[in-house]
């Protein structure tokens, strides 16, 4: 309880600790184009949310986020909008880069495996157990992608992070051709 006369409340407490994680997360570079610089920033925001689990469905509900939060927005907002983001682009960049950081990030956390030894003893040991024919389709992407050497869940961030990027790159280049 004396924490209390120091902080307001518990949800003061949560808005601090997000804030500190914000604060570990790099900023966009503003030395580079803004493709590069997101990748940047996704990279490292991956990293502090895989040191940092439980803050990730924290990350975006704070009603008085902190000054490092709203830092890291302003950032994040700013290097969009000098790689020519009309603010509405800039909206719809900001939330599917991150609902996708997010995203990969609690899928990764709670995975009970994503690479080595470990993931294919974890899918041969469920395959061992599937019915013969039965799911023909996983089978086949287990055998010939989770198998084989060198797999790891975590490759398949920057393959996501390469179609968004690339996406959001096309979006940009071609506006007239949106609805």
């Not at 719809?92 to 609902?99: K, S, T």
């Not at 990030?105 to 040991?125: C, I, R, S, V, Y």
Request: hydrophobic share 45%; charged share 20%.
């Amino acid at each position: 309880m004396t924490i209390y006369h120091h902080v307001a409340n518990k949800e003061a407490i949560l808005d601090g600790m997000v804030d500190i994680v914000f604060s570990e997360i790099d900023l966009p570079p503003t030395d580079t184009d803004w493709k590069a610089a997101m990748r940047q920033r996704a990279r490292s925001a991956r990293a502090v949310l895989a040191r940092h689990p439980w803050a990730t469905p924290l990350m975006e509900s704070r009603t008085a986020p902190g000054a490092t939060t709203l830092r890291h927005h302003d950032a994040v907002i700013g290097c969009f909008r000098r790689g020519g983001f009309s603010i509405a682009m800039a909206a719809h960049a900001y939330a599917l880069i991150d609902c996708y950081i997010y995203g990969f990030a609690l899928q990764e956390a709670n995975l009970p495996a994503t690479g080595g030894e470990e993931m294919a003893d974890l899918a041969e040991t469920i395959i061992e157990q599937l019915p013969a024919g039965e799911y023909p389709h996983l089978t086949e992407l287990t055998a010939e992608h989770v198998l084989q050497p060198g797999y790891d869940f975590g490759d398949e961030f920057e393959f996501g992070l390469d179609l968004i990027l690339d996406g959001l790159e096309a979006a940009v280049i071609a506006p007239a051709e949106r609805p």
